[in-house]
């Protein structure tokens, strides 16, 4: 199953690509995990993506379709994968075609998670992170044992640059301006299926199953 997860920021695309590891083994790649890796390890990319990331700017096209082309080519992917975050933009969209034929590999379906953005920006502010493991919590919804520490290993948590109101903000607006168009290119290729990202993790993933033929 070959699957991209489409949505906004906070639409929960990282908690069902997980669930949807969890059930069928099939990974998620998301450029955003990549990236903020990058960023903790002070790599090159991290150096060059991490002040485009903190400001609410995309990666430019080039660097994430040649993370995700080298991605794409590991073993573990051949049963499938969840792209989460990528594309985001029309050429994204178009070399992801470019390099799927290439593998002989082809799209099952294209998920669209929708959430209106009032509850986008309400997500990403209780959002918090750990340093040092990159462990996700948010201070409502699911809450560390101990508020304001990593459950794994103690570190503080923060709150992601791109978390902060104003850039949740620009997010938002360059995912409508660059990201949703997206929608029209998939529909068109008879592969987009919309759902409702409002809801528990858990009713939402029963909705993303019907959406791709596996309840
Ligand atoms: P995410 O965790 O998917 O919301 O990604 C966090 C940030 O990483 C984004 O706001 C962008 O700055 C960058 N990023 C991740 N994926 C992409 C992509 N496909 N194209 C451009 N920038 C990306």
Known sequence: MNLILLGPPNAG??????????????????????????????????????????AGAYVPDEIVIGIVEERL????????????????????????????????????????????HEKLIERGSGRRSCPVCGSVYHVFQSPPKRAGFCDKDGASLTQREDDKAEVIEKRLKKYDAETAPLKQFYAQRGLLKSIDGVGSPEGIYEELKKAVGKA
Do not use: N
């Open 73 to 116: 080519k590991e073993p573990d992917v051949a049963p499938g994968f969840i792209l989460d975050g990528f594309p985001r933009t029309t050429p994204q969209a178009e070399a992801l075609e470019r390099m799927l034929a290439k593998l002989g590999k082809k799209l099952d379906a294209v998920v669209s998670l929708e959430v209106p």
């Open 13 to 54: 695309k990282g908690t069902q690509a997980k669930k949807l590891y969890a059930d069928f083994k099939i990974p998620q790649i998301s450029t955003g995990d990549i990236l903020r890796k990058a960023v903790r390890e002070g790599t090159e990319l991290g150096k060059l993506a991490g002040p485009l990331m903190a």
